[in-house]
């Protein structure tokens, strides 16, 4: 267990200090631990990036389940929403991490579970209120998401709020 906490916390020190590489040979160096003991705990860069997602998805996590007591569930999604695009402009690899949580039985698979669980009882919730569309679920909110930080980052930072009042708009019935 503690080459596990040394190699996230040389893995966290790399991504501070802007090397999103993650090169599993580089950590296992400055870990002083055998190649061999990175890829006991982590078999790939993913399943390192993942781990490292964690405390996130768990902030992630209780902004949702925050969002499902909200008073008014359209303004408990907007929270979300402009609290989840934050984290995800923060920490890039967290957001690859949303894209694609990993195999069925990893930490980060059932965190993604546990998010979507919240997310569907808000969009339920917005829904009774006419708030929000029929068809759309947490998987879709989720991609959505993921194109407005895309398109953030590609772009200009400062319509950020731009695109996330499109992404809500969309998130409306038809009028």
Do not use: W
């Amino acid at each position: 267990m503690r080459n596990r906490a040394r190699i996230l916390r040389i893995a966290r020190g790399q991504l501070a200090a802007g090397d999103r590489s993650l090169q599993l040979n580089a950590i296992a160096r400055l870990a002083g631990v055998g190649v061999g003991t990175v890829y006991r705990h982590f078999p790939n860069r993913h399943a390192l990036v993942e781990a490292l997602s964690e405390e996130r998805f768990r902030e992630l996590i209780g902004e949702a389940q925050a969002a499902v007591a909200a008073e008014d569930p359209f303004a408990g999604l907007r929270r979300l929403l402009r609290f989840a695009l934050d984290l995800m402009l923060d920490a890039p690899d967290f957001a690859d991490v949303l894209e694609s949580a990993g195999g069925v039985g990893s930490q980060a698979s059932k965190m993604m579970a546990e998010l979507d669980e919240a997310v569907t009882g808000l969009l339920d919730r917005a829904r009774l209120t006419g708030a929000v569309r029929d068809c759309v679920d947490a998987e879709d909110v989720r991609r959505l998401l993921c194109g407005v930080q895309h398109a953030v980052r590609s772009g200009d930072g400062a319509r950020r709020d731009l695109y996330l009042g499109v992404l809500l708009e969309g998130l409306r019935p038809p009028r």
